[in-house]
């Protein structure tokens, strides 16, 4: 350990001494930027920013569990990536296949698909699937692994299977445009029944949502960092903690 791991490790443990954890945001999301810059700088290949960072994962969700935090959810793919070249593309989706299938295995954690799944290859779904059916009685962590996810296409993909549960039960589209609210486009999301995010982390020094969780994050605390997603550590994590915790949730109010 050299001296500056040694001085960030103690300034961590003070951080963290101090971190009251009644003000612990119960769900964070997260959007893991920064993959191809950190191994351009480090002069390694995008997909090797990608592996560093998908190994980050679990490190991020260790810090997690120290902290009592209950929802995790993980932006590993956005619909717009789908558009990149294939030769980009079947290794990305490589990785995050082994991140998936590493999270299931830990035997901690509870995977959640958030996304399109017909927007996946089949390979990909199948992945997705068993995690999620491998992981559904664990009591730790709900990890949600957000892949073809896009936060326009949710709302896209909640008001039509509203429509479709409504057709299916004979409504008429003047009944349905005379009861329809926010209530009932939540309970048709990928996260319905889970608490939306308190706060949403954003790495590598973007600050913007860029589509994720427009619906959930309306109320939501944001934390932009400027450290690349692989190179994200304990004492980052927790000054973002720390950050929220100081801030006073109006909730619109």
């Given amino acids: 350990m050299n001296l500056r791991d040694l001085v960030y490790g103690l300034y961590a443990r003070r ?14 999301g997260v959007i893991l930027d920064g993959n191809r810059r950190w191994a351009k700088a480090s002069g390694g290949t995008p997909e090797q920013g990608h592996k560093a960072g998908a ?8 810090w997690c569990a120290e902290t009592d935090v209950e929802v995790v959810t ?16 079947v290794p990305l989706l490589a990785i995050i296949e082994d ?5 299931a295995a830990d035997g ?5 698909h958030v996304g399109t799944l017909d927007l996946l290859p089949a390979r990909t779904q199948s992945v997705l ?3 999620q059916e491998a992981t559904r009685d664990n009591t730790g962590i709900l990890v949600n692994v957000a ?3 896009g936060g326009r296409q949710e709302i896209a993909d909640a008001v039509r299977s509203l429509l479709l549960e409504h057709a299916d039960r004979g409504t008429s589209f003047e009944e349905l445009a005379e009861i329809v609210d926010v209530e009932h486009i939540s309970e048709h999301l990928y996260t319905r029944g889970q608490p939306d995010p308190d706060l949403v982390i954003r790495t590598s020094g973007e600050q913007r949502l860029s589509g994720f969780m ?3 994050s309306a109320h939501s605390e944001y934390y932009f960092c400027e450290v690349h997603w692989p190179a994200f550590r304990k004492v980052d994590f927790l000054r973002a903690l720390r950050d929220y915790a100081a801030r006073h949730r109006r909730y619109g109010t």
């Fill in 108 to 112: 901690r954690w509870r995977v959640h």
């Fill in 55 to 62: 190994d980050k994962i679990q490190e991020l969700l260790g």
């Fill in 15 to 28: 951080v963290e001494g101090r971190l009251d954890h009644a003000q612990v945001p119960k769900h964070i």
């Fill in 129 to 131: 699937k068993e995690a």
């Fill in 99 to 103: 991140a998936v299938r590493s999270l």
């Fill in 147 to 149: 892949v073809g996810y």
């Fill in 214 to 216: 427009l619906w959930q």
């Fill in 74 to 89: 993980l932006w590993m793919l956005s619909t717009d990536n789908l558009n990149r070249p294939e030769e980009q593309l």
